[in-house]
């Protein structure tokens, strides 16, 4: 008797045939998306270890504050830069190479950094090796991928495989923290590097590129989709989409709070928490836990934010989102202590909550205005979001040596966060061929 797989297009087509199929077994789409969300939680981890080396390297090699936030801006920007063209390169290259290669480079760009004596490598390893490396593997690689494997359930896949950037935080950061302090920052980046090494055969061996690969249509459809062929020409299409999306108002809007939503999370929380809380007499590994405890929470909120993209306005989502995070923004310089206290949990649980919540309704309005361009369309406005965090990365960095004092900048990205929800509201509804006539 044959496998389901195997069973011809006209099968697939029909809705009994489908029904019987889903009985049968756990659709291929669902394997695919755990793969990735393991890649993810490892690319998420990779970029986690940043904010844990200021101090250190500061400590170690007198670089200032501002030097080391250069290194990760650089980091943050061309995780969102590279993405478009890593989408792009997916369509011509599929999916396993791209994102196998990227691990390569990140093993290699961390491992290198053991060796470094200069922050000029300090920009090279973690700035641009892995930068491009996490970059690939951005979440315009979780767009595609469910694009391609899903036609149903696509908020909820993309709020699970959004959350997988938490959990890599949350599985991560801690052990991290704790091999920081107690054997210093250089066995961080060899755990870093084989971490990323050790994913490279469950992407090469269990992920695949289209649901035709196997026989399959995509999840939640009645018909056979066949796999497109390689489209040529990666950087070139990347940048056309990019010119065409341009000239349409919706695209700067996204771009726009999406740049603020990494400013207020990514370049700021991700980067310079531990060392506020460290300046306020926070243990090092207190601090990392608590954004570690906001992962935890960052997985509920992002999956609930993809239960509530298939059901509520987008636009509202995105408003009410950014305008409770400018608000605990607001808060938190007031919480900041020596010690672990109820209201500092009430933040990090609330945060957590709301960190990377804007995702599953971002992505959703991307393919609402540009159809099957969305994956490449988001890209590019995952790298306005990487653009903002670094531009805050280096500046809280500068903040510090300045002011003596991150204040200022909690004060100013909460004020960004109010114009975000402003901006989210100003959104139109739209179809693809209205965005692309625009």
């Not at 690969?213 to 066949?226: C, I, K, R």
């Not at 060392?275 to 007499?281: K, S």
């Not at 903040?399 to 004020?415: K, L, M, N, T």
Request: charged share 10%; glycine share 8%; with cysteine.
């Amino acid at each position: 008797m044959p496998q389901t797989s195997d069973l011809p297009a006209a099968h697939h087509a029909s809705p009994a045939g489908e029904a019987f199929r889903r009985r049968r077994r756990v659709h291929r789409a669902w394997f695919v998306a755990a793969v990735t969300f393991v890649t993810i939680t490892g690319a998420a981890a990779f970029r986690s270890l940043p904010g844990l080396l200021i101090d250190p390297l500061h400590e170690e090699f007198g670089w200032s504050r501002a030097t080391v936030g250069l290194a990760v801006s650089v980091n943050l920007a061309l995780y969102g830069l590279t993405a478009p063209f890593a989408a792009a390169l997916m369509d011509r290259y599929g999916i396993r190479r791209v994102v196998a290669a990227a691990l390569t480079m990140i093993a290699l760009g961390s491992g290198l950094t053991v060796w470094m004596t200069a922050a000029w490598q300090l920009l090279l390893c973690w700035g641009l090796l892995v930068g491009l490396g996490t970059g690939s593997m951005a979440l315009a690689f979780a767009a595609t991928v469910t694009n391609r494997w899903f036609a149903e359930r696509r908020g909820l896949v993309t709020g699970i495989l959004t959350a997988a950037a938490a959990s890599g935080q949350l599985v991560f950061l801690p052990l991290l923290s704790w091999i920081v302090q107690e054997h210093q920052w250089r066995p961080a980046a060899v755990t870093v590097a084989l971490a990323a090494l050790a994913v490279v055969p469950f992407v090469w061996l269990l992920l695949r590129d289209h649901p035709a690969d196997v026989g399959l249509a995509p999840y939640g459809s009645a018909e056979f989709v066949p796999k497109p062929a390689p489209v040529p020409g990666a950087a070139r299409r990347a940048l056309s989409v990019l010119f065409s999306a341009a000239r349409t108002r919706p695209f700067w809007l996204l771009a726009g709070t999406f740049a603020i939503c990494g400013a207020s999370t990514n370049g700021l929380v991700q980067t310079h928490f531990v060392p506020a809380a460290h300046d306020h007499g926070m243990p090092i590994t207190a601090a990392a836990s608590l954004l570690a405890v906001i992962g935890v929470f960052d997985v509920v909120g992002t999956i609930a934010s993809g239960w509530f993209t298939d059901r509520f306005d987008t636009r509202r989502l995105l408003a009410v989102y950014y305008a409770l995070r400018g608000i605990s923004l607001l808060f938190l310089p007031m919480l900041l202590a020596p010690s672990v206290h109820p209201p500092m949990v009430f933040f990090i649980v609330f945060y957590g909550l709301d960190w990377v919540a804007t995702v599953p309704p971002t992505i959703a309005l991307c393919r609402e205005h540009y159809g099957d361009r969305s994956a490449i369309v988001f890209g590019w406005v995952l790298a306005s979001h990487q653009v903002g965090a670094a531009v805050v990365a280096f500046a809280g960095g500068a903040a510090r040596d300045v002011f003596g004092s991150y204040d200022v900048v909690w004060y100013a990205s909460g004020a960004l966060c109010a114009a975000a929800a402003l901006m989210a509201l100003v959104l139109r509804r739209g179809s693809p061929s209205r965005a692309a006539a625009g």
